[in-house]
């Protein structure tokens, strides 16, 4: 059994060593340092913050994973929020001489049939999509997007609203109402926030089960905060289960990547496949020095679906752990070189692991009925699952192949 020069996870919460480079989340500051925090009457710039580099080594080009959220919204997006959010005074806003208007409502969207065509599947996403926008505490304004659930609740990503200290979602038809934030989970880079709106469209879930590489996907967000509703972008699902370092330590585990183009703003907006049916929550992409590179990222919907429920529930995700040290390893068979499994190069005294009779040197090979062929695999499996649940781990111990279930310890 030959390993190769693969990743040892540091510490005991089952994460990598980097193997892309390290990028800062470029979602702040919204405005520049020299520019005074923005009052009512004070004019929004209209420039956003510069993306990072990083080089990778041996590379000629520059490739980061840049965060989609911290989009500087125009003017007018911003008073209407603020207003909805009761930041102006009445006297702030011009009045129409006419009528108060009525608020618009909303219509759930027909069914799309496979191989519908992208304009009605972006006809039965857009009344799911909402802009997000964003004040934090120094009075800087910015946001992304996010998506109905169900209930009052909406999706987004938990960059776009973790400095906030006021929020509101303006919808396709430009009604703005404020939101409050239900919880978040920075470990999934998942949010929750509420609405008072009474007639939402809940998009129709999908599930990552049912995907297949090279089907069309289809993107909706509020890239830029520009006017007008948001946007609509197609292309394929280009692969899943990838792995993004997106800070020095941080990692998010199990995407989907696309080529449908989406860019700053974006954060929480759908991805969705061709009938209309959420797949994921877009959340970063891959930016060269020549510009954006295709490379889409997206929380896939079950891991999304199943974060939210917890805060929903509970305001927090009691994320599962097994409590080892691991890395990938392969075996050479001829001239072939074949993915092997994880193996647990050492073990946290009291953990899960441990409890249940793990050894070092075990190779996992299956968890939960699922090949394990690498330790990011590894670790977007256990993302799917909480502390207390119980799974059955296969694994090779010298030359036997050994079956035994463990209770998951809690990710701290």
Request: proline share 8%; charged share 20%.
């Amino acid at each position: 059994m030959d390993s190769l020069s693969t990743p040892q996870a540091p510490h005991d919460r089952d994460l990598p060593e980097p193997r892309w480079p390290s990028t800062e989340w470029p979602a702040g500051p919204i405005q520049p340092p020299s520019t005074p925090p923005r009052t009512a009457s004070t004019p929004n710039p209209s420039r956003g913050p510069a993306e990072p580099s990083t080089k990778l080594a041996g590379a000629k080009s520059y490739l980061v994973f840049a965060i989609l959220g911290g989009v500087l919204l125009g003017t007018g997006v911003t008073l209407g929020v603020l207003a909805a959010l009761g930041v102006l005074d009445e006297g702030d806003l011009i009045r129409s001489p006419r009528a108060t208007p009525t608020v618009p409502t909303t219509t759930a969207p027909a069914p799309v049939e496979p191989g519908a065509s992208i304009s009605d599947v972006a006809a039965a996403a857009i009344p799911s999509v909402v802009a997000v926008s964003v004040i934090d505490e120094n009075g800087l304004d910015g946001g992304g997007s996010g998506v109905v659930y169900r209930d009052g609740y909406l999706l987004t990503n938990h960059h776009v609203i973790a400095n906030a200290e006021q929020l509101g979602v303006i919808f396709s038809d430009g009604v703005a109402y404020p939101a409050e934030i239900v919880g978040s989970d920075e470990l999934t880079d998942i949010a929750v926030i509420s609405t008072t709106r009474p007639d939402l469209a809940p998009i129709t879930l999908g599930t990552e089960a049912d995907l297949v590489i090279g089907e069309r996907t289809v993107a909706v967000g509020n890239p830029l905060g520009l006017l007008g509703g948001p946007s609509v972008t197609s292309g394929i699902l280009s692969a899943t289960g990838r792995s993004l370092l997106v800070e020095r330590d941080r990692w998010l585990y199990g995407l989907l990547q696309t080529d449908a183009p989406i860019t700053r703003g974006s954060s929480g907006g759908a991805l969705l496949d061709e009938e209309a049916k959420l797949i994921g929550i877009t959340t970063a992409i891959g930016v060269s020095d020549v510009g954006a590179e295709g490379l889409g990222f997206a929380v896939p919907v079950d891991m999304a679906v199943g974060v939210a429920e917890d805060l929903i529930a509970d305001g927090e995700v009691s994320h599962a752990m097994l409590g080892i040290q691991g890395r990938t390893v392969t075996e050479s068979l001829g001239d072939a070189t074949v993915p092997l499994g994880v193996e647990v190069s050492s073990i946290t005294p009291g953990s899960a692991y441990s409890a249940a009779g793990g050894e070092m040197g075990d190779v996992i090979q299956r968890i939960a009925g699922e090949s394990v062929t690498s330790i990011e695999q590894l670790i977007a499996i256990l993302r799917m699952y909480r502390a207390g649940d119980e799974v059955v781990v296969e694994a090779i111990r010298g030359d036997e192949e050994i079956t035994f279930p463990v209770e998951l310890g809690e990710w701290q």
